[in-house]
């Protein structure tokens, strides 16, 4: 018989979720709180869901000293939930460098639709922040008419550092091994900042 996963209690929402689909923290040694996105950090842990939501509930009604037992220093709910977004941010920053090292990353909004007109080999469109609104539903149009999962999520300047280029407003991560692992991480950051699901075809991440 298969053993269920371990749960956690949020102690922003008080929902008891399995222990692998909450954001966990941890307590340095000066006892500041530290998010441990990756939940590998050493010591006991608290959990919240991924969201900016349940987080900021949490520091508010001080439930990080409760669950620690302990005083327990802990940023301003807006610091903690920046420094959160970023750790996230930079998780997806990671594995499309590794996809684009790869070759697994075509770049530039022209490149891209005629990619997707033809039909097959992309697994995941990401749309900048930044994008105009006509390239960016031209672009989003198509793959949903792929059904391609099309996300938004950082800047024309960011997605040209990745890539060692100039601007880029629009990525597409080819059908690998990496698409399972870039979606993943970018429904996590959608999640945490809006506390709710993503729709994998709403480019509005």
């Known amino acids: ?25 941890v307590l340095s040694p000066d006892g500041t709180l530290v998010p ?33 037992r302990c005083d327990v220093v802990v940023p301003p709910a807006e610091e903690l939930t920046s420094q959160i977004a970023a750790r996230l941010t930079e998780r997806v920053a990671s594995y499309l460098a590794l996809a684009n090292k790869a070759g697994k990353i075509i770049s530039g909004s022209d490149m891209v639709m005629e990619r997707l007109r033809k039909g097959g ?5 990401l749309l900048a922040s930044d994008i105009s609104g006509d390239i960016g539903d031209k672009v989003a149009g198509l793959a949903k008419r792929g059904g391609v999962p099309c996300l938004r999520m950082l800047d024309k300047d960011r997605f040209g550092e990745l890539l060692g280029k100039g601007l880029r407003s629009v990525l597409a991560v080819m059908v690998s091994g990496f698409v399972p692992s870039i979606l993943n ?13 993503v729709d994998e075809q709403d480019p509005r991440v």
């Open 185 to 197: 991480e970018v429904k996590r950051y959608g999640n945490f900042l809006d506390g709710g699901g």
């Open 121 to 125: 080999g992309v697994g995941l469109v």
């Open 1 to 25: 018989m298969p053993r269920s996963a371990p749960q956690r209690s949020c102690l922003g929402c008080r929902e008891t979720r399995d222990k692998g689909d909450l954001l966990r923290f």
């Open 36 to 68: 441990d996105v990756l939940a590998k950090l050493p010591g006991r842990g608290a959990y919240t869901c991924f969201s900016s939501i349940c987080v900021t509930k949490a520091v508010e009604r001080k439930q990080f000293s409760r669950a620690f």
